[in-house]
């Protein structure tokens, strides 16, 4: 697959590189979450695996069927009809990470490519990711990247940001 992606890497004019990064992406996120469903680690202390790895696939397969129009770590325990400390107990279980940080980060991901690849306004993108106003939406992209939706898609056409996203230039 890596050797695949280096071919499209190598071509100066393929437009359709970030929407193969994305992907890529989303099928990591489903498959890394499908693989711990289907393969648990057995520790004694690990009450629950099977329950745990089918909760945690269940939120990340939740994540990406509900990230543009909600965000908030008590939506999605309440759909998986748990606590959200539980979720998180079981969330940072599995990765180390916050529900929320994984939540932000999958947005995050989807605004950056969005960005990059459409002509929407931001004010266009914030009513589609159901943020109360695009003042709002610049204020939750520029805490998770750094920059506004404004500076991130200038610097993209500049091709000052990296492929990988978040703001990080390619000389940082």
């Not at 100066?12 to 193969?20: A, F, H, I, K, Y």
């Not at 965000?71 to 748990?82: C, E, I, Q």
Request: aromatic residues 12%; hydrophobic residues 40%; proline residues 3%.
């Amino acid at each position: 697959m890596m050797d695949l992606l280096q071919v499209f890497f190598e071509q100066p004019d393929c437009r359709c590189l970030d929407q193969l990064v994305l992907l890529q992406l989303k099928a990591f996120f489903l498959g890394f979450s499908d693989f711990l469903r289907r393969n648990p680690r057995r520790r004694p202390h690990e009450a629950g695996s099977d329950r745990a790895n089918g909760l945690f696939s269940d939120f990340m397969h939740l994540v990406a069927d509900t990230y543009m129009s909600q965000r908030k770590v008590a939506y999605y325990a309440s759909k998986l009809s748990v606590s959200s400390k539980y979720l998180g107990q079981i969330v940072v279980q599995k990765t180390g990470l916050m529900p929320k940080t994984i939540i932000d980060h999958y947005v995050v991901l989807q605004l950056e490519f969005l960005l990059r690849t459409s002509s929407m306004t931001v004010k266009e993108i914030a009513w589609n990711y159901h943020f109360a106003d695009a003042s709002f939406f610049c204020r939750y992209f520029k805490s998770h990247t750094g920059l506004t939706p404004h500076d991130y898609r200038r610097k993209v056409l500049a091709g000052e940001v990296s492929r990988r996203g978040n703001g990080q230039t390619e000389k940082d």
